[in-house]
T-cell receptor, first 115, second 109 residues
Framework: GAGVSQTPSNKVTEKGKYVELRCDPI?????LYWYRQSLGQGPEFLIYFQGTGAADDSGLPNDRFFAVRPEGSVSTLKIQRTERGDSAMYLC?????????????FGEGSRLTVL | GENVEQHPSTLSVQEGDSAVIKCTYS??????FPWYKQELGKRPQLIIDIRSNVGEKKDQRIAVTLNKTAKHFSLHITETQPEDSAVYFC????????FGTGTSLTVIP
C-alpha cells in the first residue's frame, strides 16, 4: 500500500504481558517516529529513527519500552510487563525528510488496552 | 525538551466566522511548525506548515503566522465550514516533533 501501515489495529492484553506493535512506513522514508496519544491529548513523542538507528529515544517513558528498526524500514515498538497506564493509541509516522523538517505521514494507529 | 502549549482547548464558531488557534513553544532552536487536523477516529493529517525563516503563509482559507521573537505561532481559518470541525494540533520541530494538546473546533451550521 501507499500509506503507513500499523498492526495490530487493536490489541487487548492483560497487565504484565509483553506486547509488540509493528509499523511499516512509506517506502523510501528514512525518518520514522513513534508517538503515544491518550484520549483528548496531543501525540506524545516516544522515539525517532533515522535509518536503522534511534536518533532520539528520550521520549520513551521507562525501560519497559523499546523499539527497533533493524533494516531501516519496518519498526517494532516493544512493551514489557505492560501496565494499565500504557493503554493508549500508539501512532507511527514516517517522513521523507531528515531532521524534523518534513511532513509526517501517520498510520491509523494501534490501540492498546491493558486490562 | 521542547514544550508546546496550545489554546484554546475547545472552540465553537458559527459557520462563516473565523477561528484562531494559538501555540507557544519554549526552545528557540525549533525551526519548523506544522499544523495537523485529526478528524474523529482518523489519523492526523498535515494542513499547513511554516518554517522559521517565514513570518506568514496562506493557503486558501487557512493561514499561519509565526513570531520567532515571542516564540508563538497561530492558525487562522476564515469562512469556516462544518467540515472544518475536527481536532487541530500544532507542533514545533528541531529533529523530532513536539505536539500541542489540541484544539477541538466545532463549526455550527
Amino acid at each position: 500500500g501507499a500509506g503507513v501501515s500499523q498492526t495490530p489495529s487493536n490489541k487487548v492484553t492483560e497487565k504484565g504481558k509483553y506486547v509488540e506493535l509493528r509499523c511499516d512506513p512509506i517506502s523510501g522514508h528514512t525518518a520514522l517516529y513513534w508517538y503515544r496519544q491518550s484520549l483528548g491529548q496531543g501525540p506524545e513523542f516516544l522515539i525517532y529513527f533515522q535509518g536503522t538507528g534511534a536518533a532520539d529515544d528520550s521520549g520513551l517513558p521507562n525501560d519497559r519500552f523499546f523499539a527497533v528498526r533493524p533494516e531501516g524500514s519496518v519498526s517494532t515498538l516493544k512493551i514489557q510487563r505492560t501496565e494499565r497506564g500504557d493503554s493508549a493509541m500508539y501512532l507511527c509516522a514516517s517522513s521523507p525528510r531528515q531532521g524534523g523538517t518534513g511532513e509526517l505521514f501517520f498510520g491509523e494507529g494501534s490501540r492498546l488496552t491493558v486490562l | 525538551g521542547e514544550n508546546v502549549e496550545q489554546h484554546p482547548s475547545t472552540l465553537s464558531v458559527q459557520e462563516g466566522d473565523s477561528a484562531v488557534i494559538k501555540c507557544t513553544y519554549s526552545d528557540s532552536a525549533s525551526n519548523y511548525f506544522p499544523w495537523y487536523k485529526q478528524e474523529l477516529g482518523k489519523r492526523p493529517q498535515l494542513i499547513i506548515d511554516i518554517r522559521s525563516n517565514v513570518g506568514e503563509k496562506k493557503d486558501q482559507r487557512i493561514a499561519v503566522t509565526l513570531n520567532k521573537t515571542a516564540k508563538h505561532f497561530s492558525l487562522h481559518i476564515t469562512e469556516t465550514q462544518p467540515e472544518d470541525s475536527a481536532v487541530y494540533f500544532c507542533a514545533a520541530s528541531m529533529d523530532q516533533f513536539y505536539f500541542g494538546t489540541g484544539t477541538s473546533l466545532t463549526v455550527i451550521p
